[in-house]
């Protein structure tokens, strides 16, 4: 997909975001990584020097990742990787279980009590193949909104990547490849 044409689907995506009813999506708090797939999400945060001012910075995700490893004791199995303002989450698959463990500050929390069975695809660290301008194209071309919250999703076969865009009317996500070509909205 050319440059022009992915501009074209972002300004569509948008004009649709401004058109349509307020969100109901509670994006205040994490998603079950067991029950849907998709990332959580958090108020905007300034990123990178972005074009908007709220998007996330996705280049925190491979140092939170690092981090955890370390702490660990070694490479891991991830269900989901995402990061919204304030904090990076990792979840993590170990004895059949999702360990839910965040960094914030450069600092990781123990996983809370909540772990849940799962039984489904996962990746190892060194499967995120996303570049650091991933999101760009959505952040350029979507100007009256921002980008919350960014995901790295286990799947069968691979990773998803989602952008979780939004605006002054409602949330929706932004399915990338893993060089921020638009494959898709939800």
Do not use: H, W
């Amino acid at each position: 997909m050319t440059r022009r044409m992915v501009a074209a689907v972002c300004s569509a995506l948008l004009a649709l975001a401004a058109c349509s009813g307020s969100g109901n999506a509670d994006s205040s708090r994490a998603t079950d990584p067991g029950a849907s797939g998709q990332s959580s999400s958090a108020a905007a945060n300034p990123g990178r020097g972005s074009a908007t001012s709220g998007s996330v910075d996705v280049e925190r995700i491979r140092p939170a990742v690092e981090l955890l490893e370390r702490r660990l004791g070694g490479q891991q199995r991830y269900v989901e990787v995402n990061v919204t303002q304030t904090e990076v989450n990792l979840f993590v698959v170990r004895d059949a279980l999702v360990l839910a463990y965040v960094v914030r500050d450069g600092v990781v929390d123990e996983p809370t009590d909540s772990r849940e069975p799962y039984s489904g695809p996962s990746f190892a660290a060194s499967q995120l193949d996303f570049v650091p301008s991933v999101i760009d194209v959505v952040v350029e071309n979507m100007t009256e909104s921002d980008v919350v919250a960014f995901s790295a999703t286990a799947r069968q076969g691979g990773i998803d990547y989602i952008a979780t865009v939004r605006t002054s009317k409602r949330e929706f996500r932004v399915l990338l490849s893993a060089d921020g070509g638009v494959l898709d909205t939800e």
